[in-house]
């Protein structure tokens, strides 16, 4: 048995205590010799002093020099970035993406400490490696996914461990899992190599009901989990978050959290145009893309407009939304049902009919805002970036939301070339910032989900909400709208610098408590009841969210008998 001063947390259990390494404890474990170098939770590599080495009979399974943890962290670094270098010169970036990806999980398998110190001091570098708004966290529905040289491990583990390097929890209190409900790919099925199901997809009851035990053994087993779902097919998104999130703590990050960011963006846009906040209801949207994304967009904007003006009946009546099939009005025959709300009266704007192509559309309504979550490529095309530029907006936003790169609607460059310089411009994927030539940028805005889910879960988990609500979710987008200075919004920036992901998160989290105050759904945390939270002043709910970002002392997710 031996100690050691170190982040360590075994398996959840009802004795569970959780400690940071900013608050050193001792560890006692069991392992010697060649055990304690394959578990990275407490694998030091070179690290050991010679006195740890020859008590846990590890002297000649080391080299024998002893590394410090900094040098050994500037030794990965000078790795990585030779890496970098190496590569500069590499066309497919994705190619690139997967070695710098795989090196870093290399490192996660072999010394967690090192590997989140790493994320840590570097998290602007890293984020894209290892976060991608395309996968998911808690709950997810793939099919096909099995087949994908990187899909196993290149999604919920990932996003989970951004969570806890956020949060500097310890990982294990983030469980990821992946639901395999089957697949209807024939040639999938048939392959060898295919690690899913090889059997249709559930659907209809079937897949709900395995959906309902999924979510009733968590919730059984952790009666205060947050349950985030994430890339479900645009039927059972709506279903499944209609079916659970009155009775459970739960969101969907495609549909809400996707929404939240975008309704900041939204926000700042009328901010950038030089208008006050109360001014967004005037605004006209056009939105591209009727799966769960774009709905989830249309439905927080629609319900941001009823806050400001009191009308549910004219809320939606600046939105415009277009599908596959053009505008979508109600003409439209078998139109799905979350789509009905936004369907447009086609005599609202002379000569607008069901079926109008994108293009039509922006040269007949002159919109304030082209958002796109479509899903192709390149639909933002010259003609309508054109059009766009001859709406009459004084500044006109182009959110091109779609990821990955190739399914953006249309690149940075391509925006401000063709739409002009004063845009401003938003995307789901990485775009460098554009030189217009005469000292001008025209910044880039990527609109990544990270900025709010970390702090909606964290937010729900420390208010201990009994459901996430609506409001919860708008106080969370209004939160980072709030975030920018009005230099930064002037400058078309409409989103902060990742570096600054802790703090945003703590400020969101804090936000996300006191609408849940508010709504009287918060039954508190831990030795933190409702009263106390509701007698804390804004500062203070930041500072107590600050607080439990760095060690809690428990975890409340274990039901205590």
């Given at each position: 048995m031996w100690s050691l001063t170190k982040f360590v947390a075994s398996r959840l259990s009802r004795s569970r205590r959780f400690f940071s390494s900013v608050i050193p404890r001792p560890c006692i474990i069991q392992k010697r010799g060649a055990d304690i170098l394959h578990d990275p939770w407490i694998n030091k590599d070179t690290g050991?002093?010679?006195?740890?080495?020859?008590?846990?009979?590890?002297?000649?399974?080391?080299?024998?020099?002893?590394?410090?943890?900094?040098?050994?962290?500037?030794?990965?670094?000078?790795?990585?970035?030779?890496?970098?270098?190496?590569?500069?010169?590499?066309?497919?970036?994705?190619?690139?993406?997967?070695?710098?990806?795989?090196?870093?999980?290399?490192?996660?398998?072999?010394?967690?400490?090192?590997?989140?110190?790493?994320?840590?001091?570097?998290?602007?570098?890293?984020?894209?490696?290892?976060?991608?708004?395309?996968?998911?966290?808690?709950?997810?529905?793939?099919?096909?996914?099995?087949?994908?040289?990187?899909?196993?491990?290149?999604?919920?583990?990932?996003?989970?461990?951004?969570?806890?390097?956020?949060?500097?929890?310890?990982?294990?209190?983030?469980?990821?899992?992946?639901?395999?409900?089957?697949?209807?790919?024939?040639?999938?099925?048939?392959?060898?190599?295919?690690?899913?199901?090889?059997?249709?997809?559930?659907?209809?009851?079937?897949?709900?009901?395995?959906?309902?035990?999924?979510?009733?053994?968590v919730l059984t087993r952790w009666p205060k989990a947050i349950v985030q779902f994430e890339d479900f097919q645009m039927k059972w998104a709506f279903e499944t978050l209609k079916r659970y999130r009155e009775r459970f703590c739960m969101f969907n990050d495609d549909i809400q959290g996707t929404a939240g960011v975008a309704l900041a963006g939204l926000l700042g846009t009328v901010r950038a145009q030089g208008r006050s906040l109360d001014d967004f209801p005037n605004q006209k949207i056009v939105v591209v893309g009727a799966g769960s994304a774009g709905l989830g967009v249309l439905s927080m904007a629609v319900q941001a407009v009823v806050r400001m003006t009191g009308n549910a009946e004219t809320a939606a009546q600046k939105f415009f939304l277009l599908d596959k099939d053009g505008l979508i009005t109600k003409e439209r025959k078998n139109l799905d049902p979350a789509a009905v709300p936004f369907a447009k009266d086609p005599g609202l704007i002379a000569g607008l009919r069901d079926g109008d192509s994108l293009l039509e559309v922006v040269k007949k309504v002159k919109p304030d805002v082209l958002l796109g979550l479509s899903g192709v490529g390149g639909v933002f095309n010259e003609e309508v970036l054109k059009a766009l530029r001859e709406s009459g907006s004084n500044r006109p936003a182009i959110f091109a939301m779609s990821n990955p790169t190739m399914n953006a609607e249309c690149t940075a460059v391509e925006a401000f070339k063709h739409a002009g310089e004063n845009i401003v411009f938003a995307s789901g994927s990485p775009f460098e910032n554009v030189q217009l030539g005469n000292g001008k940028v025209g910044y880039v805005n990527q609109a990544n989900n990270m900025y709010l889910f970390p702090g909606i879960g964290l937010g729900a988990l420390l208010s201990g909400a009994c459901i996430i609500t609506d409001d919860m979710l708008q106080a969370a987008a209004e939160c980072l709208a709030s975030y920018m200075t009005d230099q930064d919004i002037e400058k078309g920036i409409l989103y902060p610098s990742i570096n600054s992901i802790r703090d945003i998160t703590a400020k969101v989290g804090a936000s996300v408590v006191r609408a849940a105050v508010a709504e009287e759904v918060a039954e508190g945390y831990g030795k933190v009841d409702p009263e106390e939270l509701a007698y804390m002043s804004k500062e203070e709910t930041v500072e107590y969210v600050r607080r439990n970002m760095w060690y809690p002392n428990y975890s409340p997710l274990v039901q205590k008998k």
């Open positions: 050991f002093p010679l006195t740890e080495r020859n008590r846990l009979g590890l002297r000649v399974l080391l080299p024998p020099r002893v590394i410090s943890f900094e040098q050994q962290y500037a030794r990965f670094m000078e790795s990585y970035r030779s890496l970098e270098k190496n590569t500069v010169s590499e066309s497919d970036t994705s190619h690139v993406a997967l070695a710098k990806w795989r090196i870093l999980n290399r490192l996660h398998d072999r010394n967690e400490t090192l590997y989140f110190r790493v994320l840590i001091d570097n998290i602007k570098d890293f984020a894209p490696i290892i976060y991608t708004p395309t996968v998911g966290l808690v709950c997810q529905n793939y099919s096909g996914l099995f087949r994908r040289p990187r899909g196993m491990y290149f999604s919920a583990k990932d996003k989970g461990e951004m969570m806890s390097m956020i949060y500097n929890w310890p990982a294990q209190m983030i469980l990821p899992v992946m639901l395999d409900v089957g697949t209807n790919n024939l040639k999938l099925i048939e392959d060898p190599l295919y690690l899913g199901l090889r059997q249709p997809r559930l659907e209809g009851e079937e897949y709900l009901s395995t959906i309902d035990e999924f979510i009733e053994a």
